[in-house]
C-alpha cells in the first residue's frame, strides 16, 4: 500500500495514503475528539471539534474529513486549537436543549440518581432502588424521615401537579430494607492495608466511614457520647424518627466491618496519637470547634477545607459535616461523607484532591406549558400520592409503584454515554459561555418502541441520516430546512416507526447524543 | 385524485428527466404546475424514479424558492437587496404585511389572494426601494402607500396593457432624466436645457423623474444630459442644446397619446440609440467614448465586460461577430494549443472575479493537467449577493461574450460538457442565454468540432432554487448533482475531484466575460490596465446614497473616493459621505477617511473588506454602521446552509447580540462577545460563507466602535433603530390632521387646528406620520 510521510506535533509518521488525518492520528495513538464522525459511514465534517492546525499556514481545519498528502505537517493539541474545541463546544451547548442529570439529583446535596430509583420502584424492583439510593446515601430510611427534600422543590413535576414524592419513595426502598433477614450489603474492596480514623458518629462521620469501609479500608470511628447517631439523636427528631429506625440504620454501616469506639473523648493526645498510626483523619465533630486547637486551620464557621476536597490546612486531615459549617441539613452531611471519601482516596494514591469528581452537566430553565405536555408522555397522570396510613406509615407498595411512575424521566438517557457531554467536560466547556435570547422548546417523540427521539438534543451531526440511507431505510430521517433551524426528521412526516424500520437501534447507538437514544 | 398526480408527474418526468441529479428541476417543474409542491406529487415522484423520501425532502427543504405550503394568487416581494434596505425597505415590508393583517408566521392573507415574501435585489436599485407584485415593479415606495399599490395592482391587472414600472401612487415610471447643475453646467446653459426638459416632459405627460446633479467632472463637455430608463442603462448626451432636447427626450420616452405602432418604433430606436451608423440624429451629441477622458461616468470606466455597453442588441449575433465577437475564439481554435491559451491567460494577471481572486490562468492549468475524463466546466452564474447585479447584466445583455470566453475556457481545459449555473431569480437572464445557446447551436459555435475544428463541447443550463451558499462551487456541485446545497472541504479542490467527482472548472460569469478580451486584444493590453497584483477591471454594482448609481467597470486600482466622487456623483442630496459598503455580506465596510484606500483584491484585504462579488454601497450620515453590520449577518446568518457549528450556531449568536443592540437592550459584555465570536466564526467555519460572514461586523466595529457604545447605552447615534427612537410632533403642527389619518395605529388623536401629538405608547414606528406631514413637523430621535 503507498504511504506518505507527515508530521504530528513534529513526529515523523509513515502513513497509509488515502487516510484522513483524524484516523492516521488515532492509528498513531494520537488523541483528537470526534463527534460527527462514524466509521460506518462517509465524513461529514459538521460538528468541528476534531479541528486540527496546519503547521503550514496556522489554519484550522477539521481533521475528520481531509486526507493526509505527504509533507503534511500538523498540530493536534496546542492551545489555539483546544480553544477552537472548546468553542465549538460551547456554541453546540447554546442551543443545546437537555438536563444530563434530572433537576432533582442536581439539587440534592448527596446527588442521589432520584429517577433511575424512581423507575425501579415503578417497576416493582426495591432491592435494586435501595443499592442505586446507598450509591449516594448511606442513611436513606433515616434521612427518608428528616429530610426536608431539597430535591422534590427543585422537581420537574413540581410546576404540573405536585413534585414527585421522592423522599418517602427512598423511605420505603430503605424501609423495605430494613425489614429483610438479609439486609443489602454493598460489596467491599480489597483490604487496602490503610487505616481511616474518623473523628465522631454523628451522619456526617458514619457515611464517610461507610463509603470509606467500601473502598477496603481499615476505619475506626471515635465517638464521645455512647452511641452513634451524633445530631440525629437529638430530642426534636424523636417524633418523626424513631430510635429503632436509626439504631437498625447505623447498625447497618457498622456491619460492613466499621470499628465504632463510643465513649471516647477525643483530645490533643489521642489526636496526635491517631495521626501517627493512621493514613488519614476525617474530623466529623459536629458544629462547635471554636475551642479546638489540634494545629488544624479554623476560620469562623469550622475548619477551613478546600472547596470539594474537603482538605484541611494538615493535607492528612480532611473535615466534613458541621464541623465546617453549621447546618441543620442531615443529608449535606450525609453527602459530604460520601465525597470525603473520594478525596482521601485521592491522598492515599498521591494524587491531586479534587472531591467527587465533578462532571459537566447541560441544563435548561423552566418547563413552558406545552413542555409540561412532553414530559408528561413519560409518566403517568395520576396526582401525587400522599400515603393513606398517614405520613409515620410511609407508601405502601402498590402506592410506591403508583407515585414512582409519575416520575419524567427528566435525566438525559444517554448520559453516561453521551459524547457531547464527555467532551465539554474534558474541555471544560461552559454552557453559559455564548448567551442565546431564546430556546427551542423540547420535544419527546416516544412513539417509536425500541428507541425515543428528542430533536432539541440534537448537534445536527447527520450521522442518522447517512446510516439510514447507507441502510436503504424506505423513508429513514433527512434534513428539513436548512442553517440554524434546520432539523432531523422522517420524510413526509411519516412516524418514527416508519422511518426506523430496521435502523432504529443501530441510530441510537450511533447518535453522539441523547437525540436518538434506547428506551 | 392521485391518479392526476401520476399523469402530472408522468408529464413532468418526461420533460427533466428522472435521474437524481434531475431532481431540482423536477421539483422546479411541480411547483410550476401546482404553485407548491403538494406531498402526494413529491410521493409520487419516488415511487416513480431512483429518488427517495429523505434525498426529496432534504432538498426540497433546502433551497427558499420551494413553498410546501400554497401560495396565495399573487406573490408581493419586498426587495430587501442593500440599496432597498438603506432607503428603508424594512419599514415598507412591515407595512405591507399590516395591510395584509399578517399574523407572525404567516405570509399569505385570508383569502389566499397576496402572498408576501422578502426578495434581494431586484436588480432596479435606482428606484429603491422597490416593491413587485407579480411581474408590475413599483419604485419609490413608501409605507403609507402599501393600500394604493394592491389598489393600483387590482386595477390594472385585469388590463391587458401592462404598465411594468409604476411609483407608489401608482403613477407608471418610464425612468430618470439627469440634468447636471454643477457650475460649469449652469454657467453653459444648463438651466435653460432643464427648463425644455420640464417642458417637454409636461407636454407629453411624461412619467420621469428629473434629477439634478452636481458636477459630474467633465466640464469641457457641458451642458450634459443624461437618460436614464428603467431597467436599462443610462445614456449620456454631452454638449446638449437646447433644440435637442425634445428628439433626445422623446427618442427614450413614450409620449403619450401615440399610436401604439409608432410608439414600438419610438422605442425600437430607442433601442439602438448608441448605436452611432442606425440612427444620425443626435449622435454627434452623444458621448463618444473613445475620446477619452470624456466624462467621470464613463471616461473613469473601462469597458471589457461591458464592451459596447448600451450598444448592442444582446441577442443579435451579427452584431456580436461584426464588434469583433469570436474572433478570439477563431483564432484559439485555429492557432493556439491549450497550453499557449493558458499561458495567455496566466500572462495577463487574470484573477478570478467570483470573489476570492484566484489566477484564472493557474486554475485552468490545474484542471488541465488532470487526466480524469470526462472533465467539466461551471460558469457560476448564482450571483446571490443581495446589493449587486453585474453577472446578471452580463448574462443579459453580452450572452455571448460569456459563451465566447466559456467555450474557449473549455477548449484550454478540454472540457467535454458545460453548465451555466444560474440564480433561481433571474428569469430575463435565463431565457436570453437559453436563446443564446440556441443560435450558437444554429451557427455551430457549440456541438461537435466548432468552426471546422476537433473541439467539441455541449453547453446546459442548471437553474438553481435560491440558496447564497450554492454560489460557493461545492455546494453549487452538490447542487446540480441533485443534493442539498452543502458545502464540503477543500481540497479537494473541483480541479480536482468536482461535479460527479470529476475535474471541474468552476468560473465567474464576469471572469469568462473578460476572456475574449484578453485572447483577442494579447496579455499585455490587459495587464496594462489595474495595478500590480489586480489586472484589469471589476464590474461593480454601485448604489445607495451616491447621485448616480448604477453598473459601472472600472480599472482595478482606482481609489473609492474617485468611483464615489467622481463616477458616482458624490453622496446624493447634500449629505456627507460616511463610508462604503464593499463586496456585500463577505465584504467590509470601509470609512470615508480610508477613501483613498485603492479598490483591488490586497489593499481591499488589508482594511478589513473584501472584493466579493462587487456590491459597492455608499452610505452617508444618516446610515447607521450597527444596523447594517446587522443587516449583512441577518442575510449569511439565514444563508448558512447549517452545516459546520461555527457557522450555524455562531452567526446565530452574533446576530442575537445584534438584535439586543438594536433595539436597545445590550448587556455589558457584549461587544467582547461578539468580536470573540466573530474571530471564531472566521477561523473555525467550513466555507467562505462563514469564513467571511464577520466581516462586516468586524470592519464596522473597527472603524465606528463609537456607535456601538451609543446602542450598549441604549442611543442610535443616527436614528436608524426604530426600538431606540421616538416619534414626536413639533410645534411646527399646523393641525392638518394627515397624521392622525394615516396613523395605522390610531396613534395620534384626531385634533383638528392644534398641534397633534403622539402616544408613543402605541406608536409602531412606521413613518407614515412623517411621509406624509406637510410641514415636517413630525420629529424622530
Ligand atoms: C458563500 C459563497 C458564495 C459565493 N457566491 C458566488 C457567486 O455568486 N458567484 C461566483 O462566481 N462565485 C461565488 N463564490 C465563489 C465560488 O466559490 C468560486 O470561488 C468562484 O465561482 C470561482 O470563480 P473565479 O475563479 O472566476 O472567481 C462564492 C463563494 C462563497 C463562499
Ligand atoms: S444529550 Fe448529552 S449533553 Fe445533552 S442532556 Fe443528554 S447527556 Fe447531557
Ligand atoms: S419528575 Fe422525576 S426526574 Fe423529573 S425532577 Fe421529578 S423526580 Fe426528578
Ligand atoms: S439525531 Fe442524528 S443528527 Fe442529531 S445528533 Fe443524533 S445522530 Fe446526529
Ligand atoms: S460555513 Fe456556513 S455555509 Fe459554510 S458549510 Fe459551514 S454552515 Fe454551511
Ligand atoms: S405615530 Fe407612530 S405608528 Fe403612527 S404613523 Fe407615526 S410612526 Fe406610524
Ligand atoms: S467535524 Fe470532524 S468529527 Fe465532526
Ligand atoms: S434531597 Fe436528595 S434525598 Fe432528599
Ligand atoms: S432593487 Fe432593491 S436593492 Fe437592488
Redesign the pocket.
Known sequence: MEKVKIKINNSTLDVPAGLTVYQAASNAGIYIPVMCENEDVDHFASCMVCLVKDAANGKLFPSCSTHVYEGMELITADEEVLEARKISLELLLSEHVGDCEAPCVTS???H?DIPLMNRLLANGQTAEALEVVKND?ALPAV?GRI?P???ESACRRKGIDGAVS??LL?RNSADEDLKQDEPYMPAIQKDTGKSIAIIGAGPAGLAAAYYLRIRGHKVTIYEKESRAGGDLRVPELKDKLPEEVLNQEIDRIINTGVNCKCGVSVDKKLFDALMEESDAVVLAIGAGTEHIDWGVKRVFKGFEVSKRGYQSSNPKVFAVGSAIRASKLA?RAVGQGKEVAFSVDQFLAGEKVIGEPKVFNSRFGKLSEREHIEFLKEATADLRVEPAEGLGAGLSSDEVKQEAARCMHCDCRKKDSCTLRDLSDDYEADQRSFSADSRVETEKHIQHEAIIYEPAKCIKCGICVRLTRKHKEEFGLTFIGRGFDVRIGVPFNESLSKGLTKTALLVAEACPTGALSKK | MSTDFKEDIKNILAQTGNSKSDVIPILQAIQNRYNFLPEEALREVCSATEITPENITGVASFYSQFRMQPAGEHIIKVCVGTACHVKGSGLVHDAFRRELDLNDGEDTDKDRKYTIEKVACLGCCTLAPVVQVDNVTYGHVSTDQTAGIIKDFEKHRLSKKKKLFRTGSGKEIEGEIRIGLGSCCVASGSDEIRQVVEEVVSKNDLQVKLKHVGCVGMCHQVPLVEIVQTNQESILYAKVIPDDVRSIVERHFQPKGLLPRLARRVTKIAENILDDRNWEGIEKYSLDVREKPVSSFLGRQVPIATEHRGGINPLDIEEYIDKGGFLALKRVLKEMNPQEVIDLVKDSGMRGRGGAGFPTGLKWEMVANQTGSPKYLICNGDEGDPGAFMDRMILESYPYRVIEGILIAAYAIGADIGYFYMRAEYPLAVSRISQALEVCREKGYIGNNILGSSFSIDLRMYQGAGAFVCGEETALIASIEGNRGFPRLRPPFPAEKGLWGAPTLVNNTETFSQIPFILRNGADRFNAIGTETSRGTKVFALAGKVARGGLIEVPMGITIREIVEEIGGGVAEGHTFKAVQIGGPSGGCIPASLADTPVDFESLGEVGAMMGSGGLVVLDERDCMVDIARYFLSFTQNESCGKCTFCRVGTKRMLDILDRLCEGKGKKGDLEELEKLSSWVKKGSLCGLGQTAPNPVQTTMRYFREEYEAHLNGVCPTGRCSALIKYSVDDRCIGCTLCAQKCPVDAIPFTPHEQHVINTDICIKCDSCRQVCPVDSIRVG
Open positions: 440534592c446535596p448527596a442521589m446515601i434521612l429530610c427534600a431539597p430535591c421522592i423522599c427512598k443529608v
